[in-house]
C-alpha cells in the first residue's frame, strides 16, 4: 500500500485543475490559482469552445509524498488523455513516488486523495490532515462526515 503519512496544510490559497476543449477537438488538462485569467492566456492561443473545472484542491503538503498539486494534475491528465499538453504534467513525480515506495501503487493513492479531499472542500484546514495505515488513509485530526 502506499505510503501517506500526513498532509501539511501550507495556506489558504487553492488551485484548480481544469480541461478545455478547441474548436479542432484539441483537450487540454492544466492547474491554476487563477482560472479566468489563464483561460484568457489561453484563449490568445487557441479557440477554445468548452472549458471546465474537474476539481479544487487545497494547497498541502503530505509528509512523506510532497506537493499535492501536482499529483492531483497527473491524476487527471491520465484520466483524460488530452491531446494538446506538450509535457505530461506531473510526470517526474510520478515516476518518484513509484521508485520510493516500489511496487505500490501511487495512482491509486492519487484517487484515494482525490476522493477524501472532495469530501473536505470548505472545512478548516484542520481537517486537512491524514496518515495512511494499513486499513487505508484516515484523518489524524478532524473528520470526514
Known amino acids: 500500500m502506499f505510503l501517506i503519512k500526513t ?10 485543475i481544469y480541461h478545455f476543449t478547441t474548436a ?9 490559482i487563477d482560472f479566468p485569467r489563464r483561460i484568457v ?3 490568445r492561443v487557441h479557440r477554445i469552445t468548452e472549458t471546465e473545472i474537474l476539481g479544487e484542491y487545497p494547497n ?15 491524476m487527471w491528465y ?12 506531473g510526470l517526474h513525480y510520478y515516476k518518484r513516488d513509484k521508485v520510493r515506495y516500489e511496487g505500490e501503487d501511487p495512482f ?3 484517487e484515494e486523495l482525490d476522493e477524501r479531499l472532495r469530501q473536505t472542500v470548505g472545512r478548516s484546514p484542520e481537517n486537512l490532515q491524514w496518515e495512511r495505515d494499513p486499513k487505508g488513509l484516515r484523518q489524524t485530526v478532524g473528520r470526514v462526515l
Open 24 to 32: 479542432e477537438g484539441g483537450t487540454y488538462v492544466g492547474r491554476t
Open 60 to 74: 498541502i503538503k503530505i509528509t512523506g509524498y510532497g506537493r499535492l498539486c501536482p499529483r492531483m494534475e497527473y
Open 7 to 16: 498532509a501539511v496544510y501550507v495556506s489558504v490559497m487553492s488551485f484548480v
Open 108 to 110: 491509486g493513492a492519487y
Open 41 to 43: 492566456e489561453h484563449k
Open 78 to 89: 491520465t484520466r483524460l488523455e488530452p491531446t494538446i499538453n506538450k509535457l505530461v504534467p
